[in-house]
């Protein structure tokens, strides 16, 4: 009997305390149950389609019926010239241009060690004389290394 509790065939437990655990369960689910979105508010998150996929694919053909109609009737060039929608010039005018390179030039990327130590010092000579920093605060004036 006991090799049978222990291999789970038959249950452990007595038939009032099964009985509480099922309650337990019900209660859980019918809360579960009741959080659960309704189909009316599925339909408006457009998760859940009401009508069939035949009425689906007919909306769709009108849908595209109707732009393609839309479309085959657009406004000639005079029309939206008319109405001020697009402007042209008469003439443009159009000239030779070098092919060159037109990206910027950086002139820090060539800067030697030494001026970049000239830059520091320059700085920190900067932070220590003329920057004017509130006396509590000067402690937190960051120094650059030499």
Do not use: C
């Not at 509790?5 to 209660?27: D, G, H, V, Y």
């Not at 035949?54 to 009737?73: D, G, H, N, V």
Request: charged content about 40%; hydrophobic content about 30%; proline content about 5%.
């Amino acid at each position: 009997l006991e090799d049978l509790i222990a291999k789970n065939i038959l249950p452990s437990t007595t038939p009032e305390a099964r009985a509480e655990m099922r309650i337990e369960i019900e209660a859980t689910l019918e809360r579960r149950l009741s959080q659960r979105p309704t189909a009316g508010e599925l339909e408006q998150k457009n998760i859940l389609h009401s009508d069939t996929e035949e009425a689906r694919l007919k909306a769709k053909e009108e849908k595209k019926r109707i732009l393609t109609r839309k479309l085959s009737f657009r406004p000639t060039v005079d029309e939206l010239k008319q109405r001020r929608i697009i402007r042209f010039n008469e003439y443009v005018e159009m000239s030779e241009a070098d092919a060159y390179d037109r990206r910027a030039d950086k002139p820090w990327t060539r800067l030697t060690p030494r001026d970049k130590a000239d830059i520091r010092r320059e700085l920190n000579e900067f932070k220590a004389t003329e920057m004017t920093v509130h006396v509590e605060s000067r402690q937190f004036t960051r120094f650059h290394r030499p």
